[in-house]
């Protein structure tokens, strides 16, 4: 086991936090620098679209103890490259470990209007100052979010709860079609309709305007304030031409393993061998940034662990609790478990007559179940995946 040399950790968000602490839990006695853009020590970014844009006193902060781990925080630090040494806009760190944990940043519109986004605490605490100005009698806040995806949605739901008038505008033709298919993100639709947003679907917004947005055809849609939550993209350009391979990310193998040794890439910036659906895959869970960094830990340490989980991320939006587990990318089809208009249901995929992926509404017992049979990779009865009424462990096809 090897428990000296030096560890550094670029990207001090959930992942690069985990593996400093999870190398000190293995009993790593080296030195650990944890190096993050960031003025903040790390934290939670799920509640920033949830409870703090509604509770006053929420604190999403992770509950990191430097001094008892022996971890050297370098806050307000930039990585800007990768040379034999992690070079940063203050000086270079040599390493005999690297972990490659940037996160993901905000995809940006064109255009010369002021935009906001919702990755940061310190986004989300200005987003909470102006929704609550908003509540002012008289004073209704008109916000329009462009992109109806995971975020768009939280937002949104926020929003409403502090008397906005919400637009959302969004390109494709559902919400959250790109995340979870059209069929099944179409459900949603209806959750904004009766929470008073408007939606504006098959939508392209052109640019981003002072007072407002430019559509593609032409039209404007006026606004005080507007978020642009169209997803993210890795945060990897500072590591172009260091030699570590960039795919979607940084290119990992099941161990998490960069093409550079001894440099490792982990949470949202990363993608990795998996090994359960053949195929190299990111995701930008919050399951994945807390649990991935043991398998780099394990393997700082002279292990071979390997990272093959059954992917898992939850939303709550406009009351209800969103839960999806798996990856339903190679799906062949879909199966409805429960009527998508009542308040509970879920919605199954399959390929090769096994569950792949499911999608629970209010169903959190169909979730972990369907996580189970996921893993188990058995074969699956679709009339019995069909009945709410039957336990989702039970559709093990017996036959
Ligand atoms: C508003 C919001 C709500 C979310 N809600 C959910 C949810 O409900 N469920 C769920 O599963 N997931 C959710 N997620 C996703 C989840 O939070 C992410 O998957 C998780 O934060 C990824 O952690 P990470 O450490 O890989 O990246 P990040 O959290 O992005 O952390 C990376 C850190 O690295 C820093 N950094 C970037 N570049 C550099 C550099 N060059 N040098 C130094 N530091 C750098 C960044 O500033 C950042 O602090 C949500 C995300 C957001 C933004």
């Known amino acids: 086991m090897v428990e000296s040399g030096q560890v550094v950790v670029a990207g001090a968000g959930l992942a690069g936090w985990r593996a400093a602490e999870e190398l000190r839990a293995r009993g790593f006695a080296g030195p650990i620098t944890l190096i993050g853009a960031e003025p903040r020590p790390p934290y939670d970014r799920p509640p920033l679209s949830k409870k703090v844009l509604t509770e006053p006193d929420l604190d999403p902060s992770l509950p990191a103890d430097f ?50 986004f919702l990755r940061t605490y310190d986004e989300a605490l200005a987003l909470r100052d102006l929704l609550r100005a908003g509540r002012a009698p008289g004073k209704a806040l008109r916000l329009a979010i462009v992109g109806a995806g995971w975020i768009g949605a939280e937002l949104a739901t926020a929003a409403v709860a502090h008397g906005s008038q919400v637009t959302v505008v969004e390109a494709g033709p559902a919400p959250l079609a790109g995340a979870i298919g059209v069929p099944v993100g179409a459900q949603t639709a209806r959750w904004y309709a009766a929470a008073g947003v408007d939606l504006r679907v098959a939508t392209a917004v052109e640019a981003v305007c002072p007072g407002g947005l430019a559509l593609a055809g032409g039209e404007q849609i006026e606004a005080d304030e507007i978020v642009t939550a169209v997803g993210v993209r890795p945060a990897t350009r500072w590591l172009e031409g260091s030699g570590v391979r960039l795919e979607n990310g940084v290119a990992v193998d099941a161990g998490l393993r960069t093409s550079r040794p001894g440099v490792y890439g982990v949470g949202d910036c990363a993608a990795f061998e998996s090994r359960r659906f053949g195929r190299r895959l990111r995701f930008e869970h919050w399951d994945v940034a807390l649990h991935a960094p043991e398998v780099v830990a394990a393997n700082v340490l002279g292990g071979d662990e390997a990272y093959d989980p059954v992917p898992y991320f939850w939303s709550e939006q406009f009351g209800r609790m969103v839960q999806y587990v798996g990856y339903h990318g190679d799906a062949e089809s879909l199966v409805w478990r429960g009527d998508p208009a009542e308040p509970t249901w879920a919605a199954c995929w399959l390929a090769a007559g096994r569950l792949v992926a499911t999608l629970t509404v209010g169903r959190p017992r169909d979730l972990l179940q369907a996580r189970r049979l996921i893993a188990a990779a058995d074969q699956v009865d679709a009339a019995r995946l069909a009945d709410p009424g039957i336990p989702l462990k039970n559709a093990i096809d017996s036959r």
């Open 67 to 116: 001094a008892a781990l022996d971890v050297d925080f370098r806050p307000e630090e930039t990585a800007t490259g990768l040379g034999d040494a992690l070079v940063t806009d203050r000086g270079a760190h040599p390493f005999d470990h690297l972990v490659l944990a940037t996160g993901a940043l905000p995809v940006r519109l064109p255009g010369e209007g002021r935009q906001r």
